[in-house]
């Protein structure tokens, strides 16, 4: 008999806890929508460097400035490895990379990437550790200047690709990659370059309460960098995300025959897999048949490409040249729309919805889609 009381305050102690975790769930999610409130502006901020530095036989040492997105910027020749020149154009606390190659007297040819954090003013000396600090490499470039994130950098990169990383299961590196910039992200330092590791993750969803925490802790410099920003304006758009894409006011589309996009022609499908890309952003363009053989054997969805070229003439020929099936360009009246509604600010975008519009998945990486699919 006394083991009856006894089991019902179990219960209810049970439902009382419940409750709790259930508030507290709900109450951290409005904290979110709260704080995260409205999308934030960036504004970069003009600056200049020096790079300088003695690189000894080595020969000639090309150099390549790219951006965060890989794209080249300029490129330079340290005649015999000598190398002083000052760099204008540039943004001020955004990270950018040098690519390095030579052709040494004993080892041959050698190649690296060393990430810089600029800030206005800087000056990097790069210098050649012949002496090979890395085993099976000749050469390791170490740079000598910046500040606490420049040596973050340094540190994530030499992890990442000085040392040995595995093949996973599916004989690719890119799962130790991530792994190798989760740790980095865990070390939970408030720097704009933890944030720039997490734009490349992009596992917001994934780590919301923990990377949100990090940015509300962050000084006022961080959290209004082209990263933070981009941070904050990925949590508004999770916590303040649409549930339905009306077709008739955004993404209206037409294909290469001028044939208007409609939505009823897939009724019979499940889910439609939206890929939003660009002829003219290469990450974009490279991930396109990689998406379209994650969605191939899924008879239930449909794979539609959704272009926001503003002229059709680069956008047709490369579409064609692919064979995208199910390929449309956004028209001019509703691509600005299409920008706004669905923060479209970073290309690829992959989102997954019905036939009637209703949205399942707001943004996914092409592994994420993969995961979706198999489960949906």
């Known amino acids: 008999m006394k083991s009856k009381p006894y089991f019902l305050k179990s219960i209810l102690a049970g439902i009382f806890a419940f409750l709790l975790v259930s508030c507290g769930q709900n109450s951290g999610s409005e904290n979110l929508k709260t704080h995260f409130s409205v999308l934030k502006p960036y504004q970069s901020e003009e600056a200049s460097f020096r790079l300088f530095g003695q690189m000894p036989g080595n020969g000639d040492v090309s150099i390549f400035l790219t951006d965060d997105r890989n794209v080249q910027l300029k490129s330079f020749v340290a005649i015999s490895g000598s190398l002083d020149i000052s760099l204008e154009d540039v943004n001020a606390n955004e990270i950018y990379f040098l690519k390095i190659s030579g052709m040494n007297e004993n080892t041959g040819y050698w190649t ?171 990450k974009a363009v490279a991930q396109l048949e990689e998406v379209a053989g994650a969605v191939r054997d899924h008879e239930n969805a449909a794979l539609l490409h959704f272009s926001l070229d503003t002229r059709m003439s680069d956008w047709k020929p490369l579409s064609d040249q692919m064979g995208l099936e199910n390929s449309y360009m956004v028209r001019a009246e509703t691509r600005q729309a299409s920008i706004d509604q669905l923060y479209l600010t970073a290309l690829p975008r992959i989102i997954v919805v019905r036939p009637n519009g209703q949205i399942v998945e707001h943004e996914l990486s092409i592994e994420q889609l993969r995961e979706v699919l198999a489960n949906l």
């Open 112 to 282: 690296q990437e060393v990430p810089l954090f600029v800030t206005d003013g800087a000056e990097f000396e790069l210098i050649a550790d012949t002496e090979s600090v890395n085993p099976g490499d000749p050469h390791y470039i170490k740079v000598s200047g910046g500040d606490e994130e420049q040596q973050f950098l340094e540190e994530w990169k030499f992890a990442v690709y000085n040392q040995v990383i595995p093949l996973n299961e599916e004989g690719s590196q890119f799962a130790a990659y991530k792994d190798f910039n989760q740790e980095f992200i865990e070390k939970g330092r408030s720097l704009i370059s933890t944030f720039y590791l997490i734009s490349l993750q992009k596992n917001y969803r994934d780590h919301l309460d923990a990377y949100s925490d990090l940015y509300l802790q962050s000084a006022p410099e961080v959290q209004n960098s082209k990263y933070g920003v981009d941070f904050a304006n990925h949590v508004h758009r999770i916590t303040h995300a649409p549930t339905k894409i009306d077709f008739s006011k955004i993404l209206t589309a037409r294909n290469s025959r001028l044939l208007p996009f409609e939505p009823g022609a897939f009724a019979e499908k499940e889910y439609l897999v939206l890929y939003i890309w660009a002829s003219w952003d290469p």
